[in-house]
Every structure is written in structure tokens, then in C-alpha cells.
């Protein structure tokens, strides 16, 4: 059973930081997974942020490319995402997510995806 659990969401003012964590466990091979990081505003459908395939290739939304950055630590099996110059169209729930193949599409498709955290929630104030 693969468990995905979100931390460090919090209300910040635009122009702050954040960095997102996801814990994972429950599989031994999720190192070599392909992991992103999605969002979903409140009335929205959820959208791709960005994600890192097992062999470390980065792929990125247009509207985050330049102030966020994912990166993992497979000796932990942990996901990360920096959050630079935040902006109030930024909040969301963040969810992290695994997708049972070491690569990740360009285009993000939650259909893809084959495990979900909780989500955790960011805001961004003016």
C-alpha cells in the first residue's frame, strides 16, 4: 500500500516562499518513479505543476516555470517542491502524486497517475 503524505503548505504574502514535502512509502521501487506535484483552486480542476521522472528529467507548467523547482531524495523517498515569488493566483491544494512508470509525461494527465496524497493547503494573499 503506497502512502503519499503532503507537509509544509501554509498562508503566505505574494512574493514569499514555501517548499512542499511528500513523504512516500509502501513501495520499493518508488525511487524509480515518476512523482509530481498537482493543484487544484477552489471551483478549478486539478492542473500539473511539475514533475521529475526516475531518471531526474524535470518538466514544469508554464505559469511556475522560473519560481518553482521539484526535486526528490531517493534515499528517502521524499518529493520536494520550491516555491519562489508566490503569487495569489498560486493557491491551491497541493497534492503529490506517483505514476507507476519512470517517466513522466510532458503533458499532465491525472488519468496517468496511479497514487495520491491527502493535499495539502497553500495561500497566497495580496
Known amino acids: 500500500q503506497v502512502q503519499l503524505v503532503e507537509s509544509g503548505g501554509d498562508s503566505v504574502q505574494a512574493g514569499g516562499s514555501l517548499r512542499l514535502s511528500c513523504a512516500a512509502s509502501?513501495?520499493?521501487?518508488?525511487?524509480?518513479?515518476?512523482m509530481a506535484w498537482f493543484r487544484q483552486a477552489s471551483g478549478k480542476e486539478r492542473e500539473g505543476v511539475a514533475a521529475?521522472?526516475?531518471?531526474?528529467?524535470?518538466t514544469y507548467a508554464d505559469s511556475v516555470k522560473g519560481r518553482f523547482t521539484i526535486a526528490r531524495d531517493n534515499a528517502k523517498t521524499t518529493l520536494y517542491l520550491q516555491m519562489d515569488s508566490l503569487k495569489p493566483d498560486d493557491t491551491a491544494m497541493y497534492y503529490c502524486?506517483?505514476?507507476?512508470?519512470?517517466?513522466?509525461?510532458?503533458?499532465?494527465?491525472?488519468?496517468?497517475?496511479?497514487?495520491w496524497g491527502q493535499g495539502i493547503q497553500v495561500t497566497v494573499s495580496s
Open positions: 502524486a506517483v505514476r507507476r512508470n519512470w517517466y513522466c509525461k510532458v503533458l499532465f494527465d491525472i488519468d496517468d497517475y496511479n497514487y
Open positions: 521529475i521522472g526516475g531518471d531526474g528529467t524535470t
Open positions: 509502501g513501495y520499493t521501487t518508488l525511487r524509480y518513479y515518476c
